[in-house]
């Protein structure tokens, strides 16, 4: 009895209004003003790639999306042209395929911007469970599938926990790392979001991130961290 109610609780917030409708309301109208807003920047990052490493300046890969369906994640390119074709799929500590122009976006979150405009297609929403690449996708069991019931998004509880990813990974064999040593906990934050979605999950989880980017970058541009 106990676990059929816990159950429907959990389906109760996936499934309901707020997740269905009020939530992509809230991300429409919030990245239309945010793009009008943005443009400018967008331009000085598109030129800086451009300048530094050429063309294309986005990267786009498959993720797992809303209902199981694939999409292209955007992101302003941050490593060398074919990056996915000279080493893994996770980011290692001071990875050499990493540009200066990429490294300065990372550290600032920059590198995510180009997503805003996915959320405001409905591709994505602002908050919700980091996308993953499909491979891992495809792996999801149990409570895990759960996690596809709820647009994919720029931020969630795992981007607090591992905002600084390369750090946790090393500088060897990242991929091996990342499965080992965070891709369970990842998923279980991600299944932690799709049973707990509500606004005030949002309004939480929205201004803890925008705490520790702020926080991030501050120590990169001004404290020299990390660099």
């Known amino acids: 009895m106990n676990t059929a109610i816990t159950e429907q609780k959990r389906k109760a917030a996936y499934d309901g209004i707020y997740n269905r409708y009020i939530k992509r309301i ?79 976006l990372r550290k600032t979150k920059l590198d995510e911007i180009p997503q805003i405009g996915q959320v405001f297609l409905g591709k994505m929403s602002l908050i919700g469970p980091r996308p993953e690449l499909l491979r891992y996708v495809d792996q999801y069991c149990g409570d895990e599938k759960d996690i596809l019931q709820v647009r994919p998004g720029i931020t969630d509880f795992s981007s607090m926990e591992f905002i600084n990813l390369d750090e946790i990974v090393g500088g060897d064999n990242a991929d091996e790392m990342y499965e080992k040593y965070v891709l369970k906990r990842k998923n279980e934050l991600r299944v932690k979001y799709a049973h707990e979605v509500s606004f005030k999950t949002d309004t939480y989880i929205l201004f803890k991130t925008l705490s520790a980017v702020f926080k991030k970058a501050f120590g990169f541009l001004f404290k020299n961290e990390h660099r």
């Open 26 to 104: 809230i991300d429409f109208t919030i990245t239309g003003i945010a793009l009008l807003i943005l443009w400018p920047l967008y331009l000085i990052i598109s030129l800086a790639i451009a300048v530094e490493d050429g063309t294309p300046v986005f990267y786009r890969a498959e993720r797992g999306g809303y209902k199981g369906r694939p999409f292209k994640i955007c992101k302003f390119r941050s490593m060398v042209k074919n990056a996915d074709k000279i080493g893994g799929g996770t980011t290692a500590l001071n990875d050499p395929r990493i540009t200066k122009t990429g490294n300065i």
